[in-house]
């Protein structure tokens, strides 16, 4: 771990630090915003580099400690309490899925789920399942599927959810607007919230007869995407007072709000067609809470009689936010934006919001410019930034080096 005080500019907070953890000379990065990272200690964190995941200690100078031990690369999901890290292996040729864990303070790694062919309850090859995110009680996974038969244009898209105790599996619901769902269980461990997935549907997808997503967004008259909560047995559908009223839609980066039951999103202009890269375009944050609706009729967004929500970038005058993340109590955030050239280089800037409750918008503070423009022969990346989960510390990716590198930033106050 090494200072990297180039990212300190004249309007950055006094007071502040700026580490490189990694120096991967084929690239490392962070695990994306709305999935958890975090150890059970709340300050070791996981993060992806060219051999595979690691676990980073910021206490220990930053030692990196591979959590397989055997270099390869290997995908995983952590669980939300940081107890245990979650690997699928699928093979294809034999219709296999086989879920491992791995108790994250001793590494010592287990088998919880090996199926071949069909899945218990569901006529989906075992192969075809993922994990896209795990429970707060660690008892079940879910993912998307694309539930197509190879010869129909425009086949939906199935939530699935996988026991891990019996290895019984079910669709929550289905729809091609599914394609992209980024699923998150409810981090609450109230016994009821942590049964509630976050769901993400893209109005007016098509694909092909083979699942290709040919249209991953609709024109403007499908109103954008829009963000549901549903239980994982497929009851109680909710909509998120997020647009579909014609001006407002998402841009599919939201999380739920710590470890509460609502919801923070970055906000489109819908008729934006440049999907916020056109000058003049805002990017802002709402919040929101849940409200019943029913998923067949027309989908009302905030319009939904219901509909509680917070606008919390109300006064920014030109938001254009693009990632999010927040802390445990859903009070603190960090946030990307959209690549703004600062009068020193562009790059997608880090700034930091807090708020006193969840009913009042928040504060916001510049941190530093990331240097991350998306696209370049640097690779196309983001600098997704995340936050401890006590807000204290906060974590960036950026590739100003040539190659993409993890950072953290510490000693700002909100």
């Known amino acids: 771990m090494k200072e990297a005080r180039s990212f300190i500019d004249r309007n950055s907070p006094e007071g502040i630090h700026v580490y490189q953890l990694t120096d991967d000379p084929q690239g490392a990065g962070l695990v994306y915003p709305d999935q958890p990272s975090f150890l059970a200690d709340g300050r070791r964190l996981v993060v992806n580099t060219s051999t595979g995941p690691v676990i980073c200690d910021p206490d220990d100078g930053g030692s990196l400690i591979s959590i397989f031990g055997d270099e390869q690369q290997k995908h995983v999901n952590i669980t939300f309490d940081g107890k245990f890290a979650y690997c699928a292996q699928?093979?294809?040729?034999?219709?296999?899925?086989?879920?491992?864990?791995?108790?994250?303070?001793?590494?010592?790694?287990?088998?919880?789920?090996?199926?071949?062919?069909?899945?218990?309850?569901?006529?989906?090859?075992?192969?075809?399942?993922?994990?896209?995110?795990?429970?707060?009680?660690?008892?079940?996974?879910?993912c998307g599927v694309w539930l197509g038969n190879g010869n129909t244009p425009d086949a939906p898209y199935g939530i699935i959810i996988l026991e891990l105790e019996t290895g019984d599996a079910r669709t929550v619901a289905e729809d091609v607007d599914f394609c992209n769902p980024h699923l998150q269980y409810c981090r609450s461990t109230d016994p009821e919230a942590r049964h509630d997935l976050l769901v993400q549907m893209n109005h007016g997808v098509h694909s092909d007869a083979e699942g290709k997503v040919l249209v991953s967004l609709g024109p403007p008259s499908e109103l954008g995407v829009d963000i549901h909560a549903v239980r994982d047995d497929g009851a109680n559908w909710r909509d998120l007072p997020f647009g579909r009223d014609g001006h407002e839609s998402c841009i599919g980066h939201q999380i739920w709000r710590g470890l509460g039951t609502s919801a923070v999103t970055v906000t489109l202009q819908n008729e934006d067609t440049s999907y916020g890269w056109a000058d003049g375009s805002a990017q802002g944050v709402v919040a929101g809470w849940p409200a019943p609706a029913d998923k067949n009729a027309p989908h009302l967004g905030l319009h939904n009689p219901g509909a509680r929500r917070v606008v919390l970038s109300e006064g920014c005058e030109k938001p254009r936010f693009c990632h999010l993340a927040n802390d445990d109590s859903g009070l603190k955030f960090v946030f990307d934006t959209f690549p703004i050239y600062d009068g020193r280089y562009a790059g997608m800037l880090v700034y930091i919001g807090s708020a006193s409750d969840e009913e009042s918008p928040l504060t916001f503070r510049y941190i530093l410019n990331s240097g991350v423009t998306f696209n370049g022969n640097k690779g196309h990346m983001h600098a997704h930034p995340i936050l401890s989960p006590d807000g204290k510390r906060l974590f960036f990716n950026s590739d100003i080096t040539g190659k993409p590198q993890a950072y953290m930033v510490t000693g700002f106050t909100y």
């Open 90 to 142: 699928r093979s294809p040729e034999k219709g296999s899925l086989n879920i491992s864990r791995v108790e994250l303070d001793s590494l010592r790694v287990e088998d919880v789920i090996h199926a071949e062919g069909m899945l218990p309850g569901l006529s989906i090859r075992a192969d075809k399942i993922g994990i896209s995110t795990i429970s707060a009680d660690n008892r079940r996974v879910a």
